[in-house]
DNA sequence: CGCCAGGCCTGCACGC
DNA sequence: TGCGTGCAGGCCTGGC
């Protein structure tokens, strides 16, 4: 998916769209997600006025009054706002028709997303109960990530990447942060130091900033809530780039795997 | 054809 | 025995 960045700016981008709008409708082309949409919703949700969105983690929440939409993107899943009569296209599978007469969309070939109804607090829900530390949030410092990494044995970058952990850093912003942090990404995570911990910190934070700043994205095929491509053309140190000179050095940028996972990194600025 | 891709849940094996 | 932890597998389609 769309990692942390990209659900944010998906979230301010449909905002405006939903805020204070009635839903008219709810098609389902497709219930077949990682978790099966509920036809009821059909039912459920018209006459619902959409009195807010936010995001948790990756997850973004809706606020219909009487119970919340919970939507995750999954690898491939993309959230637009459209005329409502806009004909719906191979992987289209659910729509939020509004009665401005514009729906909201969402389209996810690999199918890994979900629509989840709840109608108690979303936070609380199975899902989200056990989320990690929001990473742009004062309570993550490189304090917090010294705290909880010690004794940890897993590498470095597979820690940063646990959800349970810390939500919204998924495989490329963990590379590229480690990167930034001159961390080598194999280092187990209890034996980086305090001041590597403030680095990591620092570079997440960083990383994750820049790119929302930047409207999006940087994944090929993630297109904003109005349907413009994100900012692919933004540069990465090190992820996709194996074999290619470091940015900083000219050493060729190293790849490997962790955890079934692709891993960069620069084997001169590492360490 | 095989392999790779942004996520993340589940179940299993292991060590303390 | 129980718990936390770490790993592999699985879910899907599309592109190279």
Same mark, same amino acid.
């Given at each position: 998916?769309? /990692?942390?960045?990209?659900v944010e700016t998906t979230c301010r981008g449909?905002?405006?769209?939903?805020? $204070?709008? *009635?839903?008219?409708? &709810?098609? &389902? *082309?497709?219930?077949?997600?990682?978790?099966?949409?509920?036809? /009821?919703?059909?039912?459920?949700?018209? $006459?619902?006025?959409?009195?807010?969105?936010?995001? *948790?983690? @990756?997850?973004?929440?809706?606020?219909?009054?009487?119970?919340?939409?919970?939507?995750?993107?999954?690898?491939?899943? %993309? =959230?637009?706002?459209?005329? %409502?009569?806009? =004909?719906?296209?191979?992987?289209?599978? +659910?729509?939020?028709?509004? /009665?401005?007469?514009?729906?909201?969309?969402? *389209?996810?070939?690999?199918?890994?997303?979900?629509?989840?109804?709840?109608?108690?607090?979303?936070?609380?829900?199975?899902?989200? #109960?056990?989320?990690? &530390?929001?990473?742009?949030?004062?309570?993550?410092?490189? #304090?917090?990530?010294?705290?909880?990494?010690? $004794?940890? @044995?897993?590498?470095? @970058?597979?820690?940063?990447?646990?959800?349970?952990?810390?939500?919204?850093?998924?495989?490329?912003?963990?590379?590229?942060?480690? +990167?930034?942090?001159?961390?080598?990404?194999?280092?187990?995570?209890?034996?980086?130091?305090?001041?590597?911990?403030?680095?990591?910190?620092? #570079?997440?934070?960083? &990383?994750?900033?820049?790119?929302?700043?930047?409207?999006?994205? %940087?994944?090929?095929?993630?297109?904003?809530?109005?349907? @413009?491509?994100?900012?692919?053309?933004?540069?990465? +140190?090190?992820?996709?780039?194996?074999?290619?000179?470091?940015?900083?050095? $000219?050493?060729?940028?190293?790849?490997?795997?962790?955890?079934?996972? %692709?891993? +960069?990194?620069?084997?001169?600025?590492?360490?």
């Amino acid at each position: 998916m769309p /990692e942390l960045p990209e659900v944010e700016t998906t979230c301010r981008g449909l905002e405006p769209h939903l805020r $204070g709008q *009635r839903i008219h409708a &709810v098609i &389902v *082309r497709d219930a077949r997600l990682r978790v099966p949409i509920l036809a /009821e919703l059909a039912h459920i949700l018209p $006459g619902l006025e959409i009195r807010g969105i936010g995001r *948790r983690g @990756k997850y973004l929440l809706m606020d219909c009054g009487r119970g919340w939409l919970i939507l995750h993107l999954g690898m491939s899943g %993309s =959230l637009r706002i459209l005329p %409502s009569d806009a =004909l719906a296209e191979k992987h289209d599978h +659910f729509d939020l028709v509004l /009665e401005s007469g514009f729906c909201m969309r969402l *389209r996810d070939p690999r199918r890994f997303g979900a629509v989840i109804w709840t109608e108690t607090d979303p936070l609380r829900h199975p899902l989200l #109960a056990h989320l990690g &530390v929001e990473p742009l949030t004062n309570d993550f410092d490189g #304090a917090w990530l010294y705290r909880h990494t010690r $004794g940890k @044995k897993g590498s470095i @970058k597979q820690t940063l990447m646990d959800s349970h952990l810390l939500v919204g850093v998924g495989n490329i912003y963990a590379n590229e942060a480690l +990167f930034r942090a001159a961390i080598r990404p194999t280092t187990p995570a209890g034996r980086v130091g305090a001041s590597r911990c403030d680095r990591l910190a620092r #570079a997440v934070k960083d &990383v994750l900033q820049q790119v929302i700043a930047a409207g999006g994205s %940087s994944l090929r095929d993630f297109v904003d809530s109005n349907g @413009k491509p994100g900012y692919f053309q933004q540069q990465y +140190f090190v992820y996709g780039r194996a074999g290619e000179p470091c940015r900083q050095c $000219g050493v060729p940028i190293r790849l490997l795997r962790q955890g079934q996972r %692709s891993t +960069f990194y620069c084997p001169d600025c590492q360490r």
